[in-house]
């Protein structure tokens, strides 16, 4: 299911990016790892991975 502005556009079985954000401040910033997580066509994680 979708919910907000994707909600007008998607259809079901289209893939969709799901992005996330976060404030940090620049020492924060410097060694922040982002965290990217793949999935299959059945939403089960492939790979995981520090950005």
Do not use: T
Not at 20 to 47: C, M, R, T, W
């Amino acid at each position: 299911m979708l919910n907000g502005a994707a909600a007008l556009k998607g259809k079901a079985g289209q893939r969709v990016i799901i992005a996330a954000y976060v404030g940090l401040d620049p020492d924060e910033a410097y060694s922040h790892k982002p965290v990217l997580v793949f999935v299959d066509d059945q939403n089960k994680i492939k790979e995981v991975s520090n950005g």
